[in-house]
Each structure stands twice: as structure tokens, then as C-alpha cells.
């Protein structure tokens, strides 16, 4: 279990994803380029591939984890991650999955809180 202080650590934003791509040798990753607001944008690597396709991702605002510590993966830096929810239905075949999404009129970089 977490306390309250351990949750407060975490540092979740509104991101658009202003680009996203598929990355060659992966079934499951895609590149996404996300504004936070913030000098540059964020590259940030999603194994999203088999539930969207790319071209629905640009212009969607989602929340994203931004303190978390970059990681490489497959050669390339991931700056944070993509909050999103997926798994199996219970007692039924078929899996599910969805983005969390913010509503269109908040700006990016803006904190969950």
C-alpha cells in the first residue's frame, strides 16, 4: 500500500500527442512526439500498436506519468508513459482497452492533482 505522501510523488500531466508512429521491429510500440507544454516536445514510447492506430492518436489529450525515470527502449528514450487501461472482460472472451483521455479545452502540461 501507498500512503498519501508516496502517491503525491507522482507526477501525472495532460499531454497532447502531436505525432505517432509505428517502431520498425515491433509489433506493439509506437513513438509518440507529446507537448507538455514545455520547451520541447517529449518523446514517448507506447506498447498501445495492437489497440489503436496511429492516426487516431494525433491531436488526443491524455494524462501521462512525467517524473518517471526515462527508459530506453529497442535503442530509443522514452520520457514518460501513457496512462491508459486494458485487460480481459471477466467471464467473457475479448480484451479492452482505453486511453485516459482529457477533455479537449485543458492545456498541456496541466496537473493532475
Same mark, same amino acid.
Given at each position: 500500500?501507498?500512503? @498519501?505522501?508516496?502517491?503525491?510523488?507522482?507526477?501525472? /500531466?495532460?499531454?497532447?500527442?502531436?505525432?505517432? *508512429?509505428? @517502431? =520498425? &521491429?515491433? =509489433?506493439?510500440?509506437?513513438?509518440?512526439?507529446?507537448?507538455? $507544454?514545455?520547451?520541447?516536445?517529449?518523446? +514517448?514510447?507506447?506498447?498501445?500498436?495492437?489497440? @489503436?492506430?496511429? *492516426?487516431?492518436?494525433?491531436?488526443?489529450?491524455?494524462? #501521462? +506519468?512525467?517524473?518517471? *525515470?526515462?527508459? =530506453?527502449?529497442?535503442?530509443? /528514450?522514452? %520520457?514518460?508513459?501513457?496512462?491508459?487501461?486494458?485487460? $480481459?472482460?471477466? $467471464? *467473457?472472451? &475479448? %480484451?479492452? #482497452?482505453?486511453?485516459? /483521455?482529457?477533455?479537449?479545452? @485543458?492545456?498541456? &502540461?496541466?496537473?493532475?492533482?
Amino acid at each position: 500500500m501507498l500512503n @498519501i505522501d508516496d502517491f503525491k510523488k507522482v507526477q501525472i /500531466k495532460a499531454g497532447t500527442i502531436i505525432s505517432a *508512429e509505428p @517502431i =520498425e &521491429g515491433s =509489433e506493439k510500440l509506437f513513438k509518440l512526439s507529446v507537448d507538455f $507544454n514545455e520547451k520541447n516536445p517529449r518523446q +514517448v514510447l507506447s506498447g498501445i500498436a495492437k489497440f @489503436i492506430k496511429p *492516426e487516431d492518436l494525433i491531436g488526443t489529450i491524455c494524462a #501521462f +506519468v512525467t517524473n518517471l *525515470e526515462p527508459r =530506453e527502449i529497442m535503442g530509443l /528514450k522514452s %520520457e514518460a508513459m501513457i496512462m491508459a487501461l486494458s485487460g $480481459n472482460f471477466p $467471464n *467473457e472472451a &475479448g %480484451e479492452f #482497452f482505453s486511453l485516459l /483521455k482529457v477533455s479537449e479545452n @485543458i492545456p498541456p &502540461g496541466s496537473v493532475v492533482r
